[in-house]
């Protein structure tokens, strides 16, 4: 488990650079910083993925396919990703305060927590260690 979560903090940290903070969906603000650096979130990501993802409001789970790309985490309800695709989040890598396992915290095996500046904590599942 350290080593996974070691694994995605550097991922984290080589992203965390080419970000500039803020929380898109998280108020008016935040969403109009995001439109101010468009990324081309379907050409070459620097990683994808499916995690489940608890919701914001109504704490349910949901399997999104994630990417990550210059420095913000977007995710959507599937894998087909085109330039007309509409991320149900963003999150810049910037603002995240941490990511670590949740395993104890909400009993998933797989888990982690991710907390960012703006918004609270947010809860992932990982398909298996190495997708953690």
Same mark, same amino acid.
């Given at each position: 488990?350290?080593?996974?979560?070691?694994?995605?903090?550097?991922?984290?940290? &080589?992203?965390?650079?080419?970000?500039? !903070?803020?929380?898109? !969906?998280?108020?008016?603000?935040?969403?109009?910083?995001?439109?101010?650096? *468009? *990324?081309?979130?379907?050409? +070459?990501?620097?990683?994808? !993925?499916?995690?489940?993802?608890?919701?914001?409001?109504?704490?349910?789970?949901?399997?999104?396919?994630?990417?990550?790309?210059? &420095?913000k985490l977007f995710?959507?309800? +599937?894998?087909?990703?085109?330039?007309?695709?509409?991320?149900? &989040?963003?999150?810049? *890598? @910037?603002?995240?305060?941490? *990511?670590? &396992?949740?395993?104890?915290?909400?009993?998933?095996?797989?888990?982690?927590?991710?907390? @960012?500046? !703006?918004?609270?904590?947010?809860?992932?599942?990982?398909?298996?260690?190495?997708?953690?």
């Amino acid at each position: 488990m350290e080593r996974a979560r070691d694994s995605l903090m550097s991922l984290w940290r &080589g992203s965390h650079s080419q970000s500039n !903070g803020g929380v898109a !969906g998280a108020g008016a603000e935040a969403e109009a910083e995001a439109e101010d650096q *468009v *990324v081309d979130f379907w050409i +070459d990501p620097e990683r994808t !993925g499916w995690l489940m993802k608890q919701g914001e409001y109504i704490k349910t789970w949901r399997r999104r396919w994630f990417v990550l790309k210059s &420095g913000k985490l977007f995710w959507f309800k +599937d894998n087909h990703i085109l330039r007309s695709s509409k991320p149900r &989040g963003i999150i810049p *890598v @910037a603002s995240c305060l941490s *990511v670590k &396992g949740a395993e104890d915290s909400i009993n998933k095996q797989f888990s982690f927590e991710l907390t @960012a500046h !703006g918004r609270e904590t947010m809860y992932f599942i990982a398909d298996s260690e190495k997708e953690k």
